[in-house]
């Protein structure tokens, strides 16, 4: 009976649970959608840096913090060609052509993201999906552009290009002003899996402890639900001023413009993850369960310990 009863004797175990402070850093692709009709996607580029709590519970990963998110869009224009009824100085009347060529616009966002993830660590691969709330804080956006512009009259069999005095001129550049751009609280679905990568480890007492400093990459997504345009009465895409000087021309950035005033715009954004998480200290002594030991059907020396 005696021996019956040693051969079964166990070793409750505690759960697996560990704490960990983590910084992280993203650098990928980003794209801006709308729903102008005929209008791409603006293309470009966006950062991230922040810090999260996450606490590990078995396989089981729950993660809670804030990043500074820096993005940047692109949008390119088709050629413009517009035509403007004009006298000149002998009162005849011509057509100024004004040819928009090489147009585009920049739209920078800078935002403060919340990330609530739950995911799973299994060996040394993981994922983690989640909402992330995200607040903006500073907007910025302008337009540049080449422009050409010519008369065309009827009794002329050519036109008049190159005369800077009538205002015809070839390839000039012109651009707006840095103007305010307000963006819509957002709220994306973010997704990544990654792997453990790296092995530092660090001495304490009589054994090695390996896992107390994390280090992870991985390929993320970030898709945006909402729409981030604010609504609002644009100007024109292109418009012109009459003054004492002769004609000034100018341009709109397109979330600045009028065709955009109804439309809808939603963020995604690709790319790499690095993370370093810094495990918090543990309170009190207690077996751990280790699920990569309990896989290689690791026995612990002087016990025959099991799970309950």
Not at 194 to 213: E, M
Not at 247 to 263: E, G
Request: glycine letters at 8%; charged letters at 20%; one cysteine or more.
């Amino acid at each position: 009976m005696l021996l019956s009863i040693s051969a079964g004797a166990y070793t409750k175990l505690a759960p697996d649970s560990r704490s960990f402070i983590s910084l992280h850093g993203d650098l990928g692709y980003s794209a801006l959608l709308n729903s102008i009709e005929g209008q791409q996607a603006s293309n470009g580029v966006d950062a991230r840096i922040g810090i999260d709590f996450r606490m590990q519970y078995n396989r089981f990963i729950f993660s809670v913090g804030a990043e500074g998110m820096y993005a940047l869009y692109t949008n390119h224009m088709n050629k413009l060609d517009v035509s403007i009824p004009m006298k000149d100085t002998e009162s005849d009347i011509f057509n100024m052509h004004v040819l928009l060529n090489k147009s585009r616009d920049n739209a920078h966002m800078v935002n403060l993201n919340v990330p609530l993830l739950v995911g799973m660590e299994w060996r040394r691969v993981y994922f983690m999906v989640g909402p992330k709330i995200s607040l903006n804080l500073y907007g910025k956006t302008s337009s540049s552009a080449e422009i050409t512009t010519y008369g065309e009259y009827e009794r002329y069999y050519s036109d008049f290009y190159d005369m800077p005095n009538h205002q015809f001129y070839s390839g000039r550049k012109m651009s707006s002003l840095q103007m305010n751009l307000d963006w819509n609280l957002n709220v994306m679905v973010h997704a990544e899996v990654g792997a453990r990568v790296g092995h530092i480890s660090k001495y304490t007492g009589f054994r090695h402890n390996p896992d107390r400093i994390r280090m992870y990459v991985a390929l993320f997504m970030d898709c945006g639900v909402l729409d981030v345009h604010q609504k609002g009465k644009g100007e024109p895409m292109f418009g012109y001023r009459e003054t004492s000087d002769g004609v000034q021309f100018y341009i709109q950035p397109l979330m600045k413009s009028d065709i955009a005033d109804q439309s809808a715009f939603r963020n995604l954004s690709v790319g790499v993850k690095f993370t370093v998480a810094f495990e918090l200290p543990k309170k009190g002594k207690s077996y751990y369960y280790d699920y990569n030991k309990v896989d290689r059907g690791y026995i612990k020396r002087g016990g025959n310990q099991s799970i309950q």
